[in-house]
């Protein structure tokens, strides 16, 4: 498959990260990017930047907590590290032959040994994650970096917010040393703004005061090859590049969402192409939010309610039990509501990854976007009641 290599960028941030200058000691502390969902982040770290900083020498361990947003965050990264640490007891691994190739070490047929059993990590009694990362950079002697993609999901449950700590405890124990042969990097990206800032500026939480960026979405450079691709393989319907980087920004500068705009506009007249594109791409906006939303309807209607006063507030939501919630509830299903039926319905939003928990008692909407697109049709209806000022917080 092809891809829209932005090599310059990654290794920009491989450099930053692995040979930092005075001024980037700081990512050091951990570097969180937060960029909206189906951007590309994904795709940028696993086609650009892991494999420059594979190619820098650093040993990479990838997880992302979407992958199954049901399993419990602390268990993913536990097996995203086991895996890689089993990697390097593997002669035939990629992983040790790129450390063999570019560090140069003398590593026996049989790969290399820790001290300790990996199906202990992660189990009561077993290495902490310090003590195990640890061990792997002074045999490995290189970096090691690890990349928890929508690390907000880590804020759910006791159990990730636990591994978190456990992270930091490890880079507290690898990076300050004078002569340590490698480093322990942190790497985290979500696609909920807010809450992954959040995570580096509130002090409760284990990376407060890490550096935070917004993730570098595509832009014109991306639309032209996308364009100059499409002409390649013959079609026909071809909007002039401004009229088409409008349409990307209207899409969320999404690059799976542009695709399909122009797929639907090879159907139309080849002549019209500037006029139609912004009305596809109006119309396919809608459209994503119309997927997601519709799962809260499909929840009922005390769903809608709970998730109205979720989206309606500019920052995390509280009281979602409070009296004067289930009040609020009863008024729009017309019954009483319990605080256990809330509790329930809530749950089944959590598994929709329509809402996330960030903390105990605490929500807020999983895709800014899908709560951009509520907003935008409550605008439309008239002013919705705003929630009493104690049920909500603020990042």
């Known amino acids: 498959m092809d891809f829209f290599r932005r090599t310059a960028l990654a290794e920009q941030m491989a450099t930053q990260?692995?040979?930092?200058?005075?001024?980037?000691?700081?990512?050091?502390?951990?570097?969180?990017?937060s960029g909206l969902r189906r951007t590309g982040k994904t795709t940028f770290l696993q086609q650009d930047l892991i494999p420059v900083l594979e190619a820098m020498g650093a040993l990479v361990i990838y997880v992302d907590l979407w992958a199954d947003t049901k399993a419990d965050p602390a268990t993913l990264i536990h097996a995203a590290?086991?895996?890689?640490?089993?990697?390097?007891?593997?002669?035939?691994?990629?992983?040790?032959?790129?450390?063999?190739?570019?560090?140069?070490?003398?590593?026996?047929?049989?790969?290399l040994r820790f001290g300790f059993q990996l199906a202990?990590?992660?189990?009561?009694?077993?290495?902490?994650?310090?003590?195990?990362?640890t061990e792997v950079v002074d045999l490995a002697k290189t970096d090691v970096v690890l990349i928890v993609d929508e690390v907000q999901q880590a804020l759910a449950g006791d159990d990730g917010a636990q591994m978190l700590l456990a992270i930091k405890a490890a880079r507290d124990a690898i990076n300050p040393r004078p002569n340590t042969p490698g480093h322990f990097i942190f790497i985290g990206t979500g696609s909920h703004r807010a809450q992954v800032v959040g995570m580096t500026l509130q002090g409760k939480h284990a990376f407060a005061g890490a550096s935070t960026?917004?993730?570098?979405?595509?832009?014109?450079?991306?639309?032209?090859?996308?364009?100059?691709?499409?002409?390649?393989?013959?079609?026909?319907?071809l909007p002039s590049l401004p009229v088409a980087v409008e349409a990307f920004n209207t899409l969320g500068r999404r690059p799976e969402e542009l695709t399909k705009a122009l797929r639907q506009l090879q159907h139309q007249n080849?002549?019209?192409?500037?006029?139609?594109?912004?009305?596809?791409?109006?119309t396919l906006k809608s459209a994503a939010a119309d997927v997601e939303l519709r799962k809260v309807e499909d929840l009922g209607v005390l769903a809608g309610a709970i998730f109205a006063r979720i989206a309606r507030a500019d920052g995390d939501v509280t009281g979602l039990f409070a009296a004067d919630a289930l009040s609020e509830y009863a008024t729009i299903v017309g019954r009483d509501v319990t605080a256990d039926q809330v509790q329930r319905i809530s749950e089944e939003l959590r598994d929709a990854n329509i809402i996330m928990r960030k903390g105990h008692g605490v929500y807020a909407v999983t895709d800014p976007f899908v709560q951009g697109a509520w907003r935008e049709r409550r605008a439309l209806l008239g002013p919705a009641p705003k929630p009493p000022a104690a049920s909500e917080g603020s990042i």
């Open 17 to 33: 990260l692995l040979r930092p200058g005075f001024l980037d000691q700081g990512l050091r502390s951990g570097l969180f990017l």
């Open 81 to 111: 590290i086991r895996k890689a640490l089993a990697d390097l007891q593997t002669p035939a691994s990629g992983a040790l032959g790129r450390l063999k190739r570019l560090k140069g070490l003398d590593i026996g047929a049989a790969g």
């Open 120 to 133: 202990d990590l992660g189990a009561r009694g077993g290495p902490t994650l310090a003590q195990a990362l």
């Open 213 to 237: 960026v917004d993730y570098p979405t595509l832009g014109e450079d991306f639309v032209d090859y996308v364009l100059k691709g499409i002409a390649s393989e013959g079609a026909k319907a």
């Open 270 to 282: 080849p002549q019209e192409a500037d006029h139609l594109l912004p009305v596809i791409a109006a």
